[in-house]
């Protein structure tokens, strides 16, 4: 017998035991900003909750390059109307300006021989990946939109913000974390100070990343101490999974009062399996992780979405050693967090599920009895 438990992990959250988080959000400091000088663009970015299905906790220099888009007006860029009816964007006023266009940031190692660089920054590059200065303007605004990785075809407009069409997840172990960015409104400078006392708060404009993508880690182990040999798990899958939907940002007029609720809609596609774990793992008392961490579509669960996991009983024939294989099959629709009472109805983004397989053995043993002798009493026999 296998039981199965479930946790769920919050990206800013590290639990312990079998606690689950709920989803907190990213707050903003609003902060007076100072005049702009003629100083450099550069960056700082905060993930929320690496690459290589490695849910990002935080971005570093390692984790590679992310891309940007900033708009530009004489005042706030903080307007704007979208026409469904011929498909149209306008921004009102309508004098803002494109000033970066999906531009690649990279990190720079040294100072850009600017006394407002600093040692070290994500700096814009040009198209064969040279650095390259962008300048705060004199007067007006920028509003910035940026996407992980760089590598992404994402579509982004100032109006509606960042989309993606048929968006799919080919291999959940090799898939990489997608973040989108909140959107930087009115900015003025890389530095931000505390209204209070002055000191520099960040070096770069703070461009918060947050998770399009849902996680999910396996760990197995024993319920007891069953002697030395006794389970061995062999391949854990996720199976009819959908791996393909269509992502929207959720901005329908372009403004900071907007409040968009990113999401995903038209999930399709179900994967027939992702190979979570291929090998020979022997579970213990303590829960050990297998596998890799998967990176999956947020979605609500199918009826056929399951989890499989192939597992071998050890026995004996004669002097020699054997193991009987076995299939335990999950299905996800139905299954509960950790308390026992709130249902997981599918992966929600920008969350990450860690699963437990605990393993139950059952002992053979025996209870010997005698079944009572039946009297047949035979006809006497006659002696003459």
Known sequence: LINLSFIMRN???????????????????????????????SFLP??????????????????GDFKVFAWYQKTDVNGGHFSP???????????????????ICKYSEGDKNAEDAGEGA????????NFVNYYWPKNGKLTFSAYYPASEKLSVDAIK?????NYTVEDATKQVDLMFSNRAFDKTSSNYFDNENGNKLYDGV???????????????????????????????????????????EG????????????????????????????????????????????????????????????????????????????????PLKGTKNSDGDSEITGWEMG???HYTFTFTLDQIYFAPSVSDWKDVIVKDFEVK
């Open 85 to 103: 009816e011929n498909n149209t964007n306008t921004l009102e006023p309508k004098n803002y300006t494109l000033y970066m266009n999906g531009i």
């Open 351 to 353: 969350k990450w599920y």
């Open 161 to 165: 913000g960042i989309t993606v069409t």
């Open 251 to 330: 901005y329908t007029t372009g403004k900071e009062s907007d409040s968009p609720v990113a999401g995903w809609r038209n999930q399709s596609e179900q994967k027939d399996s992702y190979v979570v774990f291929s090998g020979s793992a022997a579970p213990s008392t303590t829960a050990s992780a297998v596998g890799e961490t998967c990176i999956l579509l947020p979605q609500n669960f199918s009826d056929d979405v399951k989890v499989v996991v192939t597992y071998s009983i050890y026995f004996k024939d004669g002097a020699a050693d054997k193991w009987l294989q076995q299939t335990a099959e999950f």
């Open 206 to 248: 703070d461009i918060v990343f947050n998770h399009a993508l849902s996680a999910a880690d396996f760990k197995i182990k024993l319920a007891k101490d069953y002697g030395e040999k006794s389970i061995k798990v062999q391949k854990i899958e996720i199976v009819k999974a959908f791996c393909k939907g269509n992502f929207a």
């Open 11 to 41: 990206d800013f959250v590290l639990l312990a035991g079998l606690a689950v988080a709920a989803m907190s959000a990213c707050t903003e400091n609003e902060v007076i900003l100072p005049v702009s000088g003629e100083s450099q663009v």
């Open 122 to 129: 994500w700096m814009p590059t040009d198209g064969a990946g």
């Open 46 to 63: 905060l993930a929320t909750t690496a690459t290589k299905a490695s849910p990002i906790t935080k971005y570093e220099t390692t984790t």
